[in-house]
């Protein structure tokens, strides 16, 4: 079992900047992969960004180049680091977690005012 607890989610005017935090804990070992979708009110779940235990990283091609997704391994946490933010970027935030099978958090709410 793994579990993950999402933080840093908040209310920010469009241009601004949040940073939101996944700490996992449990069965980390068999962790080899993390991230984030998001998911807006009347739409479907889509990928945000994604990093391997490895450090590879991928990203949606609507937050390239404003959102940054790092891990800090010895505090089992990965993060996302969201610039720039737009107001279509306003969404509950899903923290992921993928050891065979796909655990997730509980969601933060991001909300990007005009």
């Known amino acids: 079992q793994v579990q993950l607890v999402e933080s840093g989610g908040g209310l920010v005017q469009a241009g601004g900047s949040l940073r939101l935090s996944c700490a996992a804990s449990?069965?980390?070992?068999?962790?080899?992969?993390m991230g984030w979708y998001r998911q807006a009110p009347g739409k479907q779940r889509e990928l945000v960004a994604g990093?391997?235990?490895?450090?590879?990283?991928n990203y949606a091609d609507s937050v390239k180049g404003r959102f940054t997704i790092s891990g800090d391994n010895a505090k089992n946490t990965v993060y996302l680091q969201m610039n720039n933010l737009k107001p279509e970027d306003t969404a509950v935030y899903y923290c992921?977690?993928?050891?065979?099978?796909?655990?997730w958090g509980q969601g933060t709410q991001v909300t990007v005012s005009s």
């Open positions: 992921f977690g993928s050891a065979g099978y796909v655990y």
């Open positions: 449990g069965s980390i070992f068999s962790i080899n992969g």
């Open positions: 990093i391997t235990s490895g450090g590879l990283t």
